[in-house]
């Protein structure tokens, strides 16, 4: 029979990380949303990086992107919150 | 009894099969006369304290976090511990119930504040899901160790999980119960217009259907699944491939769905509603477990419920439900071939199918209530405070 080897596990994607730590220090909803620059202290990310990683995130729906006072802000949806707690269990 | 049961997940917070294990138990306890306190983390949406069915539930709001993990993890703790001792004040708790390591530090705390017994009910180990090769495994392989350790009556949900409690963590056979997991059959025994379904995620009437439903994460071994697709679409034409779930693992999957040449009978859903996932799994003609990591494996037992022929991976809990070729079919793991044969082996032989459906309903329906989980449930409460007194 068959006896595939075991896949050397993949990286984690970066955005993925970028999401699991926006996760792990709270921004779950719209008051605790941050900004970009924010997120690039808190990951040691650059900035630029965490933009495009946002926008990834965006678009398959694990964050929402939300403008308080012309300043844009970033939280993780439930689905995201969902998608995050699978690296841990 | 008084039951103050802490787990990090639970509806709607919903990761893996914890949080359905501990919503399906909560209620039959409460049915059985226990009175149940259930301490999680807050969820967007959910409120923080509200009484379901009987359950009074506490969400606990995480007011600090981190980026780290670990440290993420401990800072919640303190939280959920702080709300525990603050309910303690107007309860008089008889027994503790965790589920899991990411609650271990507040629950051993509490045990020795209000000098109750803990139970603790090892899911899975760290050492199987992920094995130990980075030092966050080994902090959570300690915690899992502790957790035993600290705990006056251990519950694992198979005989298999017995074995790697037992052998893993060094503690007392005696000290460990099983007592398996369960569902509520009546659930997915709803009618589903099967046609409108399928149509639904396009599958044409003429297709074989054949679903794979879990958290996309290595130990699942969808990727073996999908290695499988290639040599069942020349054998069968006709076949199409849903995986539902979602997962850190799924931009490999997908890249791995990619490679097969035939990724256009592969659809990957992401995560759905349950009345989507019922009502697609009533309407598959075989879902598939491929899992190389499985304490229990609740998702097979959900497809024997919903009616569908079940292949699955010969491991651990699974084997201890199925059996082969009268409740469903047993495949060997890591194995695309053999993934291959059990859905062939279900599909050519419609009779025979029907007949693996009839009997894995009859095994649910009888062993596998949680009329009957609460009940032995019950009796572990029973001896670990009697001998406590």
């Known amino acids: 029979m068959n006896d595939m080897s075991y896949t050397p596990l993949p990286p984690v994607p970066e955005e993925f990380k970028i999401l699991s730590m926006m996760h792990n220090i709270g921004a779950i909803s719209p008051e605790r949303s941050l900004t970009p620059d924010e997120l690039a202290k808190w990951t040691n990310i650059e900035v630029s990086i965490v933009r495009d990683c946002l926008q990834r995130l965006r678009e398959l729906g694990y964050v929402e992107h939300s403008e308080v006072s012309g300043v844009e802000k970033y939280h993780v949806t439930k689905v995201g919150i969902m998608k995050v707690l699978t690296l841990y269990s | 009894m008084r039951i103050a049961m802490i787990s990090w997940e639970y509806p709607p917070r919903i ?110 180990t760290e050492h199987g899901r992920s094995g130990l090769h980075i030092p966050d495994s080994f902090t959570i392989d300690g915690l899992e160790w502790w957790a035993t350790y600290e705990a ?38 709803v009618a589903v217009d099967r046609w409108a379904v399928r149509s639904r995620f396009g599958i044409q009437p003429h297709e074989k259907l054949i679903v794979c439903v879990g958290r996309l994460v290595p130990q699942k071994g969808v990727e073996y699944f999908l290695h499988s697709v290639p040599i069942l679409a020349r054998r069968r034409p006709e076949a199409k491939f849903i995986i539902v779930g979602d997962g850190w693992y799924r931009d490999h999957l997908e890249w791995v769905a990619n490679t097969t040449g035939q990724r256009w009978r592969i659809t990957f859903t992401g995560f759905i509603s349950d009345g989507d996932l019922i009502a697609l799994t009533r309407s598959a003609d075989v879902a598939v477990v491929p899992s190389i990591y499985e304490p229990f494996g609740i998702v097979a037992l959900e497809g024997m419920a919903a009616g569908v022929p079940v292949v699955a991976s010969q491991v651990g809990g699974l084997t201890e439900f199925i059996e082969h070729d009268r409740t469903g079919v047993l495949v060997y793991p890591r194995n695309p071939e053999s993934i291959a044969w059990g859905v062939e082996h279900v599909l050519s032989n419609p009779d025979h199918a029907k007949w693996l459906v009839q009997n894995a309903l009859e095994v649910v329906q009888k062993s596998y209530s949680w009329d009957a989980i609460a009940k032995k449930t019950g009796k572990v409460y029973e001896e670990v405070t009697s001998s406590k007194r």
């Open chain 2, 15 to 124: 990761v893996g099969g914890i949080a359905r294990h501990c919503e399906g138990l909560a209620r039959a306890l409460v049915k059985h006369g226990h009175e149940v306190h259930v301490f999680t983390l807050d969820f967007p949406g959910a409120p923080e304290y509200e009484e379901k069915d009987g359950i009074r539930i506490y969400r606990t709001r995480i007011e600090v976090g981190h980026p780290n993990f670990l440290s993420w993890v401990l800072l919640f703790n303190h939280f959920i511990e702080k709300r525990l001792a603050d309910v303690s004040k107007r309860v008089e708790f008889d027994v503790l119930h965790v589920h899991d390591w990411l609650t271990a530090p507040s629950s051993v705390a509490f045990k020795h504040f209000i000098n109750k017994p803990l139970v603790f009910t090892a899911h899975s």
């Open chain 2, 152 to 189: 006056n009556k251990v519950i694992v949900t198979s005989n298999a999980m017995k074995h790697e409690v037992c052998g893993h963590f060094h503690i007392p056979w005696e000290k460990v119960d099983i007592i398996p997991n369960a569902i509520d059959p009546t659930k997915y025994q």
